[in-house]
């Protein structure tokens, strides 16, 4: 089985850094499912640009294949450049007519091969992104994919692997990405019906991973349910403890709890869903009267006495982590802001031109420091992006720190009453009981 390619080696390990700092925790659970010597489709849902994609090539241990839209590869240094990234272009009408349709030929028959050897190829299973929570309809690629593959090795073990990808806001830097594996489907199950009608077979193996799919996929299937869900995820995701490391996570819990969330709002009557607004906004203006979050509320208990020790004696460093790295951090909020308007691209976008503009910024202060003779700031260049990760874990523990010291003005009973009024908001919902906070 062949290696990485170089560039793909040398991005992969950027590209993790940036993503664990983008996002404040990934939950990356039932990854041990994918067979290990296999060839394997993973299909997934398609919720944002290309997010999907570069978590699962950080964080899968087998390096990734993936199909792009082949717009991308327009220019010859694109092109060079994406498919070192072991990206393969996948050409739509608009992208040029048949004559470039035609060019999808040569990267199935890649496809094909590279299966052929074992690897591990990505597809979006429902064509195009879309900002949204719940499932859209499937494609056809992955079906094609599949039996094209083993129309050319019809003894070939193909295994496709439906993987839920969901995020708790893919747009907001410290949000949470939740993505779990489903139980492989072989191909060859279906490959006799395929052979028989392929219309069928393709047809009974779409409908079937949407099936898989669906058992990894928070879906707010009524878009009237939107706001409510929403709200109801905000508070829930307060009930569960995260330390900041590791910052991926094998648990499913809040995936699982928001899941069950989401399904029991859709399946409420429309009088409970009003009643339930309601309680929500009763609770929020109970909160804005103590002057406090809801944070606070789930967790319960007031900061240790001697925790405002550790937010002053960690404000230097953290001062220096802040002002060392934001400069092309807010560079690349700004250009975002400016030039990326559809919510999918932003969080992808935005990501991509931070690395790039952080490592120009680094590498630039490198030079500086090198041509004039100031060497020993050089080490506090290199522990510089250090400096930066540590002000993200200061800041989240000084927020935690200021909503818990709010509690000190609050009676016993009237957290207790805060937090009855908070736990009837689930009580329509069989929630998997939340782990034990630590303080």
Request: contains cysteine; proline residues 5%.
């Amino acid at each position: 089985m062949r290696k990485a390619k170089l560039p793909y080696s040398i991005v992969r390990p950027l590209a993790r850094i940036a993503l664990t700092t983008y996002f404040r925790k990934i939950y990356f659970s039932n990854a041990q499912v994918i067979p290990k010597n296999k060839p394997v489709i993973i299909a997934a849902n398609h919720p944002s640009a290309f997010l999907e994609p570069c978590i699962l090539a950080v964080l899968l241990p087998r390096p990734l294949h993936f199909l792009v839209r082949g717009d991308f590869f327009s220019k010859p240094l694109f092109d060079k450049i994406l498919r070192s990234l072991h990206m393969l272009p996948i050409f739509r009408m608009k992208d040029g007519g048949y004559q470039k349709i035609k060019n999808n030929f040569s990267t199935f028959d890649k496809c094909y091969a590279t299966l052929e050897e074992g690897r591990v190829i990505m597809i979006l299973a429902e064509g195009t992104t879309k900002h949204e929570k719940r499932l859209r309809p499937l494609k056809k690629g992955t079906g094609r994919l599949a039996f094209g593959t083993l129309e050319k090795y019809p003894d070939l073990d193909l295994q496709i692997i439906p993987v839920g990808v969901n995020y708790s806001n893919s747009d907001a830097f410290r949000s949470r990405a939740m993505i779990e594996f489903g139980q492989p489907i072989s191909a060859q199950d279906y490959y006799q019906k395929y052979k028989d009608d392929a219309n069928t077979g393709i047809k009974e193996l779409t409908k079937d991973l949407r099936t898989a799919l669906e058992k990894h996929v928070i879906r707010i299937e009524n878009r009237a349910d939107e706001k409510l869900t929403e709200a109801l995820f905000e508070i829930n995701e307060h009930s569960w403890p995260e330390a900041p490391q590791p910052a991926v996570s094998k648990n499913n819990y809040l995936l699982k709890s928001e899941m069950i969330i989401s399904e029991g709002v859709g399946a409420l009557p429309e009088e409970e869903k009003q009643a339930l607004s309601k309680d929500i906004s009763d609770y929020k203006t109970n909160l804005q009267k103590y002057k406090l979050n809801d944070y606070a509320v789930a967790i319960g208990e007031k900061p240790k006495s001697k925790s405002w020790i550790v937010i002053i004696l960690g404000f230097l460093p953290f001062l220096v982590g802040y002002l060392g790295n934001a400069l092309p951090v807010r560079f690349a909020d700004w250009i975002i802001n400016k030039k990326v308007r559809a919510i999918e691209f932003r969080a992808s976008v935005k990501i991509t031109t931070a690395i790039v503009l952080y490592m120009i910024y680094w590498l630039t202060l490198f030079l500086v420091l090198l041509f004039t003779g100031h060497y020993s700031l050089i080490f506090v260049l290199l522990a510089l992006p250090f400096f930066g990760y540590y002000a993200l874990l200061y800041r989240a523990y000084f927020n935690k720190w200021k909503r818990l010291n709010a509690l000190k003005g609050l009676s016993s009973e009237e957290l207790n009453n805060l937090q009855e009024m908070r736990a009837n908001l689930f009580k329509s919902f069989n929630l998997p009981k939340a782990p034990q906070f630590s303080n």
